[in-house]
């Protein structure tokens, strides 16, 4: 079955610096990769999603991107501000499959 | 914005007991799903549901579990004779249809003493 890797487990980076997290996937069936960012008790919340169709999405300050032949995807934050801080999970999917199977996290904290 | 709304948002149980969470999904949504989170770790995948029916499992699942959409709008999800180790946070997701993005609900803490 499917496992994601994720690193680092934790971060902490400058506010106004970049982030970047990175996963690898094990089964090449995977077609959608979810980003999820957990605040402390909360939901865990979609915030982007790519699929294997294309190689990278950005939505404002986030990007992610996907090497379908390393079987990597990344997430990329830009101009870090206070809220982002967060555990971030990576997650993947395949095709035929209806569960999602996450990274183990990622825990992101933005130094003010 | 719809959401996933989930009942209650924390369970407090004896060990042996049963519990049942509840959830409601997105009005429109088809698939239907539970996760479970123990602290400090991964989600995990526990269960899907389409056209009142189980569509996959995870090993997790065994027969201590079980789900049931009782009506047009809950899902439920049941378990019996709870041990310590059930003590998690349960997330219930639905999605418009197979392949579609999964939205979580705010989660019920089950906490077995």
């Known amino acids: 079955g499917e496992n994601v890797e994720q690193h680092p487990s934790t971060l902490s980076v400058q506010e106004g610096d970049s982030a970047v997290i990175k996963c690898t996937y094990s089964?090449?069936?995977?077609?959608?990769f979810p980003w999820y960012k957990q605040e402390l008790g909360k939901r865990p919340q979609l915030i982007i999603d790519?699929?294997?169709?294309?190689g990278e999405k950005k939505d404002q300050r986030i990007a992610v991107t996907l090497n379908k032949t390393a079987k990597h995807f990344s997430l990329h934050i830009t101009e870090t501000q206070p809220e982002d801080s967060a555990v971030y999970f990576c997650?993947?999917?395949?095709?035929?499959?209806?569960?999602?199977?996450f990274g183990s996290g990622t825990r992101l904290s933005i130094r003010p | 914005e719809p959401e996933v709304t989930q009942t209650p948002s924390h369970q407090v149980t004896q060990m042996g007991q049963e519990v049942i969470l509840r959830c409601v999904p997105i009005?429109?949504?088809?698939?239907f799903y539970w996760y479970r989170q123990i602290l400090g770790q991964k989600v995990e995948f526990l269960v899907s549901?389409?056209?009142?029916?189980?569509?996959?499992k995870s090993e997790i699942f065994d027969d201590q579990f079980s789900v049931e959409r009782p009506d047009g709008s809950n899902f439920t999800l049941k378990i019996r004779s709870t041990k310590l180790e059930d003590s998690a946070m349960y997330f219930c997701?639905?999605?418009?249809?197979?392949?579609?993005?999964?939205?979580f609900g705010d989660g019920t803490r089950l906490s077995i003493l």
């Open positions: 009005s429109n949504h088809l698939y």
């Open positions: 997650a993947a999917r395949d095709s035929s499959a209806s569960k999602i199977i």
């Open positions: 089964d090449s069936a995977s077609n959608y």
């Open positions: 790519i699929r294997s169709n294309v």
């Open positions: 997701a639905s999605s418009e249809d197979l392949g579609q993005p999964q939205h």
């Open positions: 549901f389409y056209n009142n029916e189980i569509s996959e």
